[in-house]
Nanobody, 124 residues
Framework: VQLQASGGGLVQAGGSLRLSCAAS????????IGWFRQAPGKEREGVSW????????YYVDSVKGRFTVSRDNAKNTVYLQMNSLVPEDTAVYYC??????????????????WGQGTLVTVSS
């Protein structure tokens, strides 16, 4: 099952973007979905995740209050709304899932399958 992130682009600091994550088959609802990013020259880092129902979300401190993760299982899509963007948010963003359906991860280390990323560039 392939995951595909989309919605990236070039935006000025203070602007907003909404990323989407879709799956090749209608299975997204079986998985907690995480968002990750990798800035140039840096390691990939976890940003946020959302439980299968959408009832639980997690954010790293650097994006709390600015990013919002949500999902629409009927549309087989998970979203990452990014507001008040800063140049440090520039990265390739990926969505990912755990290995097993119905698995509830406790850390970003438990996401093992990543989709194609989308580039977000924030200019100052």
């Amino acid at each position: 099952v392939q995951l595909q992130a989309s919605g990236g682009g070039l935006v000025q600091a203070g602007g907003s973007l909404r990323l989407s994550c879709a799956a090749s088959r209608n299975i997204l609802g079986y998985y907690t979905i995480g968002w990750f990013r990798q800035a140039p020259g840096k390691e990939r880092e976890g940003v946020s995740w959302i439980s299968r129902s959408g009832g639980y979300t997690y954010y790293v401190d650097s994006v709390k209050g600015r990013f919002t993760v949500s999902r629409d299982n009927a549309k087989n899509t998970v979203y990452l709304q990014m507001n008040s963007l800063v140049p440090e948010d520039t990265a390739v963003y990926y969505c990912a899932r755990p290995s097993e359906r119905f698995w509830s991860p406790n850390s970003f280390d438990e996401f093992h399958y990543w989709g194609q990323g989308t580039l977000v560039t924030v200019s100052s």
